[in-house]
């Protein structure tokens, strides 16, 4: 596996302006020839397609919603950072880009985390133009607020539905562009492999939902911008649809996996509350900044909790990390609850779960200001457990919500098979071994409306493209699989449902490769994961047929991604024999800290696929730090 | 909890469907509405039948997926709330409860609970956007919109494309959805260059969809589930006045 | 013209009809029933105003008769096309029917407007064309034409004075919806107003109404006679 970053060469400021004077072009007559395929229409896919289409390509989007609307960008709530320095607080670019070097542990790449942080005042002008209503102030000025910790306001938001609005403005431009006839858009379509032609990605083989038919559709690119995989762990933030089939399927065709351990676990979810819970729901970071962490110090306290003095309480990130206290960053905030509640102080059913204490917040304040500043949240939080925050404490634990890894790509987003492109969570690129808040919008939204258009050009107007169709030889020997694997899953009929053994899959892969993996609970997983895979192959019970609506079949199919890609998220985290960021192995540790190997394991590594059941082969593209100096994180 | 469900299912667009009645036990309280439907599903596979089709992608409120009718409430009826975010603790042990799909002629169902809503992103192709590509904006502080714009603007484009308003409207209008969109632009300067012809376009493409007619009912808004107001309807219905009575082409020559 | 084809054809359009001949027609209510409140001041105040009303000058009874009668059918018509479209918007009913805040007058209102069409209809036949139990011709001691003892005959029948009070009610339930619909059809709808929009126009519609239904009343109890 060849892996060239092909990082311009130059001052990393320059880098990119660069990089675009050098990069061809195709000129506006021509870009009807080329025709392109964008599978995901959230903010990395919804942006690109809509990019591309304005400028004169023809493109066609695939969602396996019922509207390129629904991707699930739009649950984000915090905002989107922005390097405008609109505040006066001394942020600049390279701020922005050495807080998220710094956040993500020093695992990404210096050139496409500048680039990003460069584009980043684009994309506020751009959001701005297409009418998303961004919080103002009095004088009809942008409002700011700092998130996750950071030290300057910089990040911009739309209530607590930042996501929602920045998808929504892609989505409208990508309707714009569907109603003139640039775009054609195809709902209700999951893509279930991809087309190799010739070394380069020419197409793609989807199934209509509705109709149950497979198709296969060609194009000159293929794009995908199909999210993460945190529904591994079964129970995520993630939206019940999100699936790693997209990226998984292209793995097996080529494409490299990089860094597939790389894990983000959100310290402030609302607990588990039962067997039949199918989804976590994040309640937002900000309110960490009144909220005081805290568990009993005596096991089995079953008392109420206002019935605990405060010297019978543990307020254990204040005790840990007295500079930072109940703001510490996610994963050490993460990883701080689960010790407590390993230790057997979690509070609530099962034990898993520490409080989240307003009362100082509304003796000190007022309920009032709390009610202004949290209202929403109280609310959604009241709705989902029947409990009034504002009288007892809020319960919260950790949850599975943002994948860092995700196909290798290029400095061009282009991953190791020419012509497949990968933009935003599915692609690895920018956030290291851990993501900062406000960070995710930015990436999809750069990757989409100002990387890609220039990189793809590039690549149209350095290539020649035989015509290809679905009679080619290998389309259609990729589509009889993608039949022959639905029949396949059709014809166990075993006695599993699909949700049980995905239930299986996610407790195994919670509990060994969390928040804290170790040698001996990553070996076990990488036994059980094969147990659980035949199990699967073996006796799932796949209800329908493959003619119509099958959501059990579209879960069966993702189901069995998520089971191969367990397994290489296991190797991953084994084989990386170091902590940093979303990546906690409990032999690398210091003080309980995180500790880095920097001579060892600076480098991103990235999986080829060698075939069903074989190891997957680890390569690595060893990362070059010019510009910042390797330090460690410390909040204490 | 044990409930006794009444479940319209309808193999695909061209089966008539019928209620069918199913057990649902051992529910738990805290359990989520889709949760439970989820416990029955499983049962259901167990039993060698096919489980109820039904939408749904984030479970938490924002998505827009989910819909169902219950009994005879869009997402339930619990103010503010959608379907996924509906708790069982709301129901008494032993109620039965009558799950419906979405019913509008724009909307024709897919399969048991799944219509389609693709009626609505025809509309916003029709003109829910500003005309703006990629690039070549003005800075995002250039423009000066005041707080108050800001808010109402924000007020309308938290409509999550649910179809709660058109399902609960007793003449299956969607009119909510429409003024919301329309309204958003209508209330900042950057939607101000295409107003009239926004508004005309979309409102002809609903039409042409086949929805209903608002007679200000506004059960659209005790329906939805983002509480958006009705007056934003009466926004858009002041914008199309305009649009029919005052907008002109260009001038053009003598 | 034919934008105004189009828009009378779209949704919006056919509710700027509705709300504009409603309004009309509300107008025409107030001075019709103010005109006949007259009965209160006995036969010569009734009788003076309506012979006065007979001589209008221009032909304006004629201009005012036929404007009224082109909003009626126009409200009547767009009415009925707009209650066939929405049915048919909704091919297929719930079978678990419920309503969370429309009110039972917004719900009804294009049975209450049949009901009011009917009225109208038995209305005209009663006292313009005197088709139904007319004993007249009536004409009082100057000659006039004895409207007030036309009224007061008729609704000395116990049959005639309920179902006009019954009208009555219908029309006030009818125009409770539709006077504040009115001003939501035609984009009004702010909040410093809102009490007029959705309050104070309903309850003027119901005194109106009210005031009309006390005149067969007063005579069924005998303060008309």
């Known amino acids: ?636 | 909890m044990e409930l006794t469900l009444h479940v319209w299912r309808q193999k695909n667009g061209q089966d008539s469907g019928k209620m069918v009645t199913y057990k649902a036990r051992d529910v738990a309280p805290e359990s989520s509405f889709l949760e439970m439907l989820d416990q029955v599903n499983e049962d259901l596979i167990k039993q060698n039948d096919e489980p109820i089709a039904f939408d749904h992608d984030c479970r938490e409120g924002i998505c827009g997926s989910c819909s169902m009718m219950i009994n005879g409430k869009a997402h339930g009826g619990r103010k503010g709330t959608t379907t996924c975010q509906l708790h069982m603790r709301s129901f008494k042990d032993g109620e039965q409860i009558y799950i419906e799909p979405w019913r509008a002629k724009a909307f024709p169902v897919v399969k048991d609970l799944v219509v389609d809503r693709g009626a609505f992103d025809r509309i916003i192709s029709s003109g829910g956007f500003v005309s703006v590509n990629t690039g070549g904006v003005p800075d995002a502080n250039a423009i000066l919109i005041s707080k108050q714009s800001a808010d109402t603007a924000m007020d309308a484009a938290e409509c999550i494309g649910c179809g709660a308003c058109v399902a609960a409207c007793k003449n299956a209008s969607s009119m909510l959805f429409v003024a919301a969109k329309v309204s958003q632009f209508a209330n900042l300067p950057q939607g101000q260059p295409e107003r009239m012809q926004r508004v005309s376009n979309m409102v002809e493409q609903m039409d042409k969809e086949g929805f209903g007619n608002c007679t200000n009912y506004f059960e659209c808004e005790a329906a939805c589930p983002k509480q958006i107001s009705v007056g934003f309807i009466a926004n858009m219905n002041r914008d199309y006045l305009k649009a029919s009575l005052l907008h002109q082409e260009p001038v053009g020559k003598a | 013209m034919s934008w105004i084809v189009r828009l009378q054809k779209s949704s919006l359009g056919s509710k700027y009809i509705m709300a504009i001949t409603g309004a009309g027609l509300f107008v025409f209510l107030i001075g019709h029933i103010a005109g006949n409140l007259l009965l209160y001041f006995g036969q010569e105040a009734m009788n003076a105003y309506a012979l006065s009303l007979h001589h209008l000058p221009y032909g304006l009874l004629w201009v005012a008769r036929g404007g009224l009668l082109v909003f009626a059918l126009a409200h009547v018509f767009i009415a009925y096309r707009l209650s066939f479209h929405n049915r048919a918007a909704r091919p297929q009913r719930y079978q678990y029917e419920a309503t969370l805040q429309a009110s039972f007058a917004s719900r009804t209102m294009p049975y209450t407007g049949t009901l009011v069409l009917l009225f109208i209809l038995f209305h005209l036949a009663q006292f313009t064309f005197h088709l139904v139990a007319y004993n007249g011709p009536y004409t009082d001691s100057l000659g006039r034409d004895d409207v007030y003892t036309m009224v007061v005959n008729a609704f000395q029948n116990p049959v005639y004075s309920v179902l006009y009070i019954i009208s009555m009610l219908v029309i006030g339930f009818h125009l409770s919806h539709g006077l504040s619909s009115m001003w939501q059809s035609l984009g009004l709808n702010h909040q410093k107003y809102n009490l007029l929009f959705r309050k104070l126009s309903p309850l003027a519609g119901w005194v109106l109404c009210l005031a009309a239904a006390s005149i067969p009343l007063a005579v069924l109890v005998g303060v008309i006679k």
């Open chain 1, 1 to 636: 596996m060849k892996l060239d970053a092909k990082i311009p060469a130059g001052p990393l400021a320059e880098k990119w302006e660069k990089h675009l004077f050098e990069s061809k072009l195709v000129s506006p007559a021509n870009r009807r020839k080329f025709g392109v395929i964008v599978v995901g229409s959230g903010l990395g896919g919804g942006s690109a397609a809509a990019t591309l289409g304005e400028m004169g390509y023809k493109v066609s989007c695939f969602c396996f919603q019922d509207s390129p609307r629904r991707a699930h960008s739009i649950a984000a709530q915090g905002g989107i950072n922005g390097a405008k320095n609109y505040k006066n607080d001394g942020d600049s670019i390279r701020r922005l880009f050495y807080d998220t070097i710094k956040g993500g542990d020093f695992r990404a790449r210096e050139a496409n985390v500048y680039r990003l942080a460069q584009t980043s005042k684009s994309i506020i002008d751009q959001c701005v133009a297409q009418g998303v209503p961004f919080a103002r102030e009095y004088g009809g000025l942008l409002d700011n607020r700092s998130f996750g910790g950071a030290q300057v306001s910089r990040t911009f938001y739309a209530r607590g539905q930042t996501g929602q609005q920045l998808l929504l403005g892609a989505y409208s431009a990508l309707e714009r562009q569907i109603g003139l006839g640039h775009v054609t858009m195809h709902p209700r379509t999951e893509m279930l492999d991809l087309i190799v032609i010739d070394g380069k990605a020419r197409g793609i083989v989807v199934r209509d939902l509705v109709s149950g038919q497979t198709t296969t559709h060609f194009a000159e690119a293929v794009i995908l911008a199909t999210g993460g995989y945190g529904n591994v762990f079964y129970l995520s933030t993630n939206a019940k649809g999100c699936n790693v089939t997209a990226t998984h399927r292209a793995y097996k065709r080529g494409a490299g996996f990089a860094n597939p351990c790389y894990t983000q676990i959100h310290p402030t979810c609302i607990p588990v509350h039962g067997e039949h819970q199918s989804k976590l729901t994040l309640m937002s970071e900000s309110l960490r900044n009144d909220g005081r962490v805290w568990v009993p110090k005596k096991k089995g306290d079953d008392r109420s909790p206002d019935q605990i003095p405060d010297e019978e309480r543990d307020y254990f990130l204040e005790r840990k990390y007295p500079s930072f206290g109940n703001l510490a960053p996610r994963d050490i905030a993460s990883r701080a609850a689960k010790e407590a509640c390993d230790a057997g102080l979690g509070v609530g059913p099962g034990g898993l779960g520490v409080y989240l204490d307003f009362r100082d917040a509304i003796q000190r304040e007022g309920e009032d200001v709390v009610r202004e500043r949290y209202g929403n949240l109280f609310e959604m939080y009241e709705r989902i457990t029947a409990e009034n925050p504002y009288k007892v404490p809020m319960r919260i634990y950790p949850a599975v919500h943002y994948t860092m890894g995700g196909l290798w790509v290029d400095y061009n987003l282009m991953s190791n098979i020419s012509g497949l492109f990968v933009l935003g969570e599915a692609n690895f690129s920018d956030h290291g071994a851990n993501r900062l808040g406000a960070s995710a919008l930015m990436q999809g939204l750069a990757d989409g409306y100002f990387v890609i258009p220039s990189t793809l050009a590039d690549y149209f107007a350095n290539n020649k493209f035989a015509k290809v169709d679905a009679s080619h030889p290998e389309a259609v020997k990729v589509e009889q699989e993608v039949n022959d694997l639905t029949k396949k899953l059709l014809a166990i009929n075993g006695t599993r449902t699909v949700d049980s053994i995905h239930k299986e899959l996610g407790k195994l892969m919670w509990d060994n490769c969390g928040m804290t993996r170790s040698r001996q609970s990553l070996t076990e997983a990488l036994k059980k994961i094969p147990e659980i895979r035949n199990q699967f192959w073996t006796n799932v019970k796949v209800t329908g047929t493959g003619e119509s609506l099958n959501q059990q079949l579209e879960k069966a199919g993702r189901v069995a991604d998520f089971i191969e890609h367990a397994e290489l998220m296991c190797l991953d985290a084994l084989e990386r024999e170091e902590s940093c960021g979303g990546h906690f192995r409990v032999e690398y540790e210091e003080e309980g800290e995180a500790k880095r190997d920097d001579v060892n394991f600076a480098h991103v590594a990235v999986w080829e696929y060698k075939g069903f059941t074989k190891k997957p082969l680890r390569h690595k593209e060893e990362l070059v730090f010019e510009n910042v100096k390797l330090s460690t994180r410390s909040y204490k």
